[in-house]
């Protein structure tokens, strides 16, 4: 779920205007699972442009003030999302954790970063969703902790079947600034994209892992 077509919509040019987001029909990228790709999202970019990392900033404490307020905590998960998450947890006042994508394997072994206690409530913030299986190990690890997780919000989602039916089986509601439909729309707007390669970029969301094998 997306927070307003506009701010989807305005995220999703600003996301394109700096290369956060490439699109390639004709030249596919190799994701680090293998996957061939018409698409490649690195939203650590938006960090170096002052004016879209304030815009992100104020539409994710937006978006938390209206589908999940008063949490105690915000959380990032490591490495994309620790930026935004301590930007957030500035913005709001609020204590900020991150969480790894295992247990640091020295020191104390640690998987949470920073200061947490059973019974705080948290939001969990993203930078990006594929299939949610990292962003949903955050969650379990915060949840082991005795936390409640109010919810988790992202910056951009590609929004694959098979990640809706993640988060629902865990019991997690996500909120999105952007996502794939409001970004194509908006690649199209701005011509980055053709008529001719909806048709490509429709057909690798419907099965990504099977596409251009």
């Excluded at 293998?34 to 304030?54: A, E, F, H, Q």
Aim: aromatic share 8%; with cysteine.
């Amino acid at each position: 779920m997306v927070t307003n077509t506009e701010t989807a919509s305005k995220v999703a040019e600003f996301l394109l205007q700096i290369k956060a987001i490439k699109l390639q029909p004709s030249q596919p990228f190799t994701w680090a699972s293998g996957w061939k790709s018409p698409i490649y999202c690195d939203n650590r970019k938006t960090l170096s442009y002052p004016k879209v990392r304030t815009f992100i900033r104020q539409q994710f404490v937006q978006l938390i003030n209206a589908h999940f307020p008063r949490p105690d905590v915000i959380a990032g998960v490591a490495t994309g999302a620790i930026a935004q998450g301590a930007l957030v947890a500035e913005e709001m006042g609020l204590p900020f954790v991150y969480v790894r994508p295992e247990p640091k394997k020295h020191g104390l072994g640690n998987m949470i970063e920073g200061e947490i206690a059973a019974g705080q409530s948290v939001v969990v913030i993203e930078d990006l969703i594929s299939t949610g299986g990292s962003s949903l190990k955050a969650v379990e690890a915060l949840r082991e902790a005795g936390c409640d997780v109010k919810g988790m919000a992202a910056i951009f989602t590609y929004g694959f079947p098979d990640a809706e039916k993640n988060f629902t089986t865990a019991g997690v509601e996500l909120i999105t600034l952007s996502n794939y439909p409001s970004l194509i729309r908006q690649a199209l707007h701005d011509n980055y994209i053709t008529e001719q390669d909806l048709e490509t970029l429709e057909a690798w969301r419907k099965n990504p892992a099977g596409w251009g094998v």
